[in-house]
């Protein structure tokens, strides 16, 4: 072989690795790297130990019901597949709608500001998004309200990166993050100006909980708009195929359990909201919000491949390539779930405290 002909055979094979590995997949190529994945806030030789632990939660299914601990179940998770979701997903750990001409990126932007819209807040107002991950949905609304955003998340990795993530894009002024558990929120009573939180109280081990903090924490008047994961009308709890797919979404997003739709309005009246709209934005003729986790199977498995090499390595943890194939399992549960209708990512409720309002009544914990 003459040397042009190696010079082209080696500038086609580095071509072929570029588009693997850079071109074809991830969907924020301006945030998380391959070379970069971890456990979040755990260390490197204890990635897998922590992903086994995971899963014994769901051996000990009494554990999961129970406030106390929910928030070291939710934390292992969101450290194990933080670094997954920003490189393969994005910066918004949610679903959207498909939106005729728009890309995922546009849908996904347009999702999040209709939430802000809801709540009618007016610049330089403090509003609060409830689980706000590493910050993806509060960047967006900031950016188009100009309301100041506190989020708050159980998860220490997250706030570093949502922290760094709001520098970068130069929104640190209106953006900040703490880091605590929503079921017992570091802020003063009738504190901010409106509330949101977009797929993130499904984690709560009981609704009525978090809707009283969250109720505690709006001053009179304001408004709170949550998309809250659900079993819809279709679900039939007699249907074995129905629970299989409910039970594998519960296990791949570390849910104490989905609740039915027609609990969100009760759940919300009985903490003292007036709930002023409930829609499920899942429902035709929406377009079908699970054709990103359809279209993403080709990525998925190049970035499998890329994650087993990685992790054969030693570049990212051991453990790595469980969690990421667990997560793959997970997505195809979500789909059959919105496939057969029997799911829904997206039940909105839009709510207000009353004007003349006291604080919720207390919340039952036997």
Not at 26 to 46: F, M, N, Q, T, W
Request: aromatic share 10%; charged share 25%; net charge negative.
């Amino acid at each position: 072989m003459d040397s042009l002909t190696l010079f082209f055979t080696g500038a086609l094979v580095a071509g072929g690795i570029y588009w693997f590995l850079c071109v074809l997949g991830p969907a924020e190529r301006k945030g998380k790297r391959a070379v970069d994945l971890s456990g979040g806030s755990i260390s490197a030789e204890k990635v897998q130990d922590n992903y086994k632990q995971y899963w014994s939660f769901f051996r000990r299914p009494k554990e999961i019901e129970t406030a106390e601990k929910v928030p070291d179940f939710v934390d292992t998770f969101y450290n194990l597949v933080t670094d997954i979701y920003e490189w393969g997903w994005g910066q918004s750990f949610h679903f959207s709608p498909s939106l005729p001409g728009k890309s995922n990126k546009d849908a996904t932007r347009l999702h999040e500001e209709m939430a802000v819209d809801l709540i009618q807040v007016k610049p330089g107002q403090k509003i609060l998004d409830v689980g706000c991950g590493v910050g993806g949905p509060m960047r967006a609304i900031a950016s188009h309200s100009r309301a100041n955003v506190v989020g708050i998340t159980i998860n220490e990795y997250q706030v570093k990166r949502a922290r760094l993530h709001n520098k970068k894009a130069g929104l640190d002024a209106l953006c900040e993050v703490v880091c605590g558990n929503f079921l017992q929120m570091p802020f003063d009573d009738n504190s901010f100006d409106g509330a949101y939180s977009i797929e993130a109280t499904c984690h709560a081990p009981k609704l009525e909980e978090v809707y009283a903090e969250i109720y505690r924490v709006l001053k009179p008047g304001s408004m709170y708009v949550s998309y809250e994961w659900v079993t819809t009308e279709k679900f039939k709890p007699e249907d074995d195929e129905h629970v299989e797919v409910i039970q594998g979404i519960e296990r791949g997003d570390a849910l104490p359990g989905l609740r039915a739709y027609v609990d969100i309005a009760e759940t919300a009246k009985k903490v003292g909201f007036e709930v002023v709209k409930e829609k499920d934005l899942a429902a035709p003729p929406s377009q079908p919000w699970w054709a990103r986790l359809k279209m993403g199977r080709l990525a998925y498995w190049r970035n499998h491949i890329v994650v087993q090499i990685l992790s054969a390595l030693g570049v990212a943890p051991k453990g790595t390539v469980d969690v990421h194939e667990m997560l793959f399992k997970t997505a195809d549960f979500l789909t059959r779930g919105g496939e057969t209708g029997i799911f829904s990512p997206m039940h909105m409720i839009l709510c207000r405290k009353p004007e003349s309002s006291s604080s919720p009544p207390p919340v039952e914990t036997s």
